[in-house]
């Protein structure tokens, strides 16, 4: 028996990082009686250790709660919790196409950031009803006033009746139930209609293969159906549908229009249930799928190696193992003169890089050595052929070259405006282009910049955090491809070309760019037995160099009475030490020179 | 039957220098009687051993007095069968007199080893050394007197504000009380001395300044006629360490008191570092093989020769070894030669990493 349409509610949540969605999340989960308070661990709904650890949203989550509203009405809410990075925009606007409405939830002392922003945009243009709540009003800090005036100055929206909360202490928040239904329109849905339904995520699970997790926008689906998703074009029986309870799955004989729920098919892979893709019925299909489907690929590169050789089967079935779970994760393998056998991975942006890595090196238990991150260039060559190239390795000859083209970004920085001097500082030595300037309120900016995304991918965030003590909010686009003046820089040790720290620079970047390497490669790498030279060149020419001289203290002047043991033990430390260096050509190289160089610091 | 070399720790010091992390506690009389039985019963053990070296380490043996001493010495060559022996005591200027080196030279001892570290008087003061140098001039002529005209002087490289200036009036001073042996140690940090816990407010010479003395330190102890057999050690031709050469030949010895170590009959074993009346050796494992030979024996002028390893271990020097070594060569850390291979002053400096270099590829 389907709940009637007009007892369901769909609602996302939007919120900058730390302005306390997942409490909110955890506050209605306890209040719907959704988990026993003992259950809470706190912050239910991010169930991974790094989004717990880095207090984000990675991948997104749904679940169906209970509730009796004043008027006496059991209610079905839905809540679809999103991902809250910029990285995973995508994902974001899908979870939010799923939902007719969303709560947008505001710090009551810091006010709108540029995430939250963007994402309420992206709301506003889906047709959601968005209700605004402040939050965090038992901090001292707090100023629910301020900030209703700020939301309403900066996005229109009627704030003076919002809700004042404190998920924390749990202030007002029975309030926050109540509009859901009362501000939130149930669903607009037809049971009778062709099935579509809208994929907002996707999880691969080692016994169901993967979960699929959709909106139903019109049709029923039932249990045993032969669902087909129209953009792969894939067909799969329905093995298991239901909803999600926060206590678990809870099978269910069909999904109704206007539901949310997840679907099982045997399906092995998440690249064959792609968030976006529309599930329709493969004996009735629909005519047209739900629109706004696109495939997202993946924007920066870079090449993943075991840092011992051995491991590389074990980072293969790590990354094979991931992807079914990512589909925006891309791998293929490639060789390096320097690191050996390894694989070029695709990411969304550097976030996802970094948690990547981490999962890797955490979840599998790798050590790695990543390379430089680099964007897609587009290469046009003398002949009217274009290359597209992510690793520097496949830079053609200058002499072939006849342009080079580089992706930009439409970038807002939000931020208290006493930084705006230092943030233009920055955005203009990554080559940023000023577009324009607003003030939100008094004292906060919106400073809007084209910048190229090769000189975000490598630590423009954290310059800017630091920059601006961490108050500055960071969102960007990626625009168009556009002419630019790109150089191939390599290095050499002791005359060798290493590839794996080549990299692509803008040619007026090159030459500072050049001499950090150089100095970071002689702070990290110790002495060694020889002299060795570090060159960065561009072409044949070196514009950068550093020595190492050669090593010329590593002796135990006295050999401690007759205790020869502790010599021993002495020299073999020394050996476990050098197994942590790569041997490029007769240069050994610390691991952590690979990271220095990865992390040029400002 | 090889004569093998007798050592005794003597634990005991007026106080304890900075720098030093050998075992030893504050000198009390009380402790005394007891350490010095507890030695010799657990010499019994060894009863009628043949035996060429015996050396007084520490410590600071001289705190024992030269009457103590001499009775040791008196009671361990009762219990040992010594042949022509090296019987040398390590002297703390400030608590040698007269009466000690003729006590000493009365029971046979022929070699004095003096801790003068530095002739200059506040670097002196810097290393916790008690006595100024005139106090270690003293020291020499009156052990030359008692007619022990075998003196070694301890001189440390790269300590707190040494100069090429400074070290050389050290070294010129070793020379001109016409010492036959020096030792020359470069300063190591030890994590549990009190240099160690205020390492970073400590005002040592650099890498490359403290390899810069070590060169002077050989360069000028070479030009008063001294050669260098060892990494840190320089003798005239015929007054080489017998004792500590054992080590780096990789003999036999047996150590006794607090912390000694020993290697006899083909095992390592010690002594903890602490005072027992019956102490029990504590085994250390396997002695002897290939690995520790090259390490020991590359610390000598002379190296090491294919003959030898052939003829103890049945091997020789593989093409993977040579090639290594003569890279070395070409950085002139390594001297090849008739199939012998020694290390240049330079390669000294970085001999832990030739040694582990090579010896993987033995």
Known sequence: MSVPKELIRNFSIIAHIDHGKSTIADRLLELTKSVAHRDMTAQLLDNMDLERERGITIKSHAVKLNYKANDGKEYVLNLIDTPGHVDFNYEVSRSLVACEGALLIVDASQGVEAQTLANTYLAIDNDLEVVPIINKIDLPAADPERVANEVEEVIGLECMSAPRVSAKTGENMAEVLERIVTDIPAPVADDTLPLRALIFDSVYDSYKGVIVYVRVKDGVLKTGDTMKMMATGAEFNVVELGYMRASGPEPAEMLCAGEVGYITGSIKTVSDARVGDTVTSATHPASEPLPGYRKVNPMVFCGVYPADGADYESLRDALERLQLNDAALSYEPETSGALGFGFRCGFLGLLHLEIIQERLEREYDLDLVTTIPSVVYRIHLSDGSVLEIDNPTHYPDPANIDFCEEPMTNSHIYAPSQYVGTIMDLCQDRRGVFKDMKYITEDRVDIHYELPLNEIIYDFFDSLKSRTKGYASFDYEITEYRRSNLQKLDVLLNGDTIDALSFIIHADKAYGRARKIAEKLKEHIPRQMFEIPIQIAIGGKIIARETIKAMRKDVLAKCYGGDITRKKKLLEKQKEGKKRMRQFGSVEVPQEAFMAVLKLDE | ?362
């Not at chain 2, 490359?208 to 360069?219: G, I, R, S, V």
Request: glycine content about 6%; proline content about 3%.
């Open chain 2, 1 to 362: 039957m090889n004569n093998i070399g007798i050592y005794v720790h003597v634990p005991f010091c007026e106080s304890k220098c900075p720098y030093c992390d050998f075992y030893s506690v504050r000198y009390d009389n009380s402790q005394v009687k007891n350490y010095i039985s507890s030695v010799l019963r657990s010499m019994e053990k060894y009863r009628g051993l043949s035996a060429d070296t015996l050396y007084f380490g520490g410590g600071t043996p001289s705190v024992l007095g030269g009457h103590n001493l001499s009775e040791m010495i008196k009671k361990n060559r009762e219990i040992f069968n010594f042949v022509s022996p090296e019987i040398t005591v390590e002297c703390n200027p400030s608590s040698c007199t007269p009466d000690l080196f003729e006590k000493l030279a009365s029971v046979g001892v022929n070699r004095i080893s003096l801790g003068l570290q530095s002739a200059n008087d506040d670097e002196r003061r810097k290393l916790g050394r008690l006595s100024d140098s005139n106090k270690v001039r003293q020291a020499i002529l009156d052990a030359k007197k008692n007619g022990i005209e075998n003196i070694s002087l301890d001189l440390m490289l790269g300590i707190e504000n040494q100069t090429e200036d400074s070290l050389k009036k050290s070294v010129e001073f070793c020379l001109e009380n016409e010492v036959k042996h020096i030792s020359a140690y470069i300063l190591k940090i030890e994590d549990s001395t009190h240099f160690g816990k205020i390492r970073d407010k400590l005002n040592l010479p650099d890498e490359d300044e403290t390899c810069d003395l070590y060169m002077t330190a050989c360069e000028l102890i070479e030009a008063g006629g001294l050669y260098q057999y060892e990494i840190s050690n320089f003798a005239q031709k015929g007054f080489e360490s017998r004792h500590n050469l054992k080590y780096w030949n990789c003999e036999e010895y047996l150590g006794f008191g607090p912390s000694a170590h020993s290697f006899h009959d083909g095992k390592r074993f010690y002594f903890d570092r602490k005072f027992e009346d019956n102490p029990v050796a504590i085994p250390d494992g396997d002695g002897g093989d290939l690995s520790e030979f090259f390490m020991l024996k590359l610390r000598l002028s002379q190296g090491i020769s294919e003959d030898e390893i052939l003829k103890k271990y049945n091997r020789s020097f593989s093409d993977s070894f040579m090639k290594k070594a003569r890279q070395f060569e070409s950085y002139s850390l390594l001297k090849i030669k008739d199939k012998t291979i020694s290390l240049t002053k330079e390669g000294f400096l970085v001999s832990n990493t030739i040694i582990s270099e090579l010896e993987v590829l033995l």
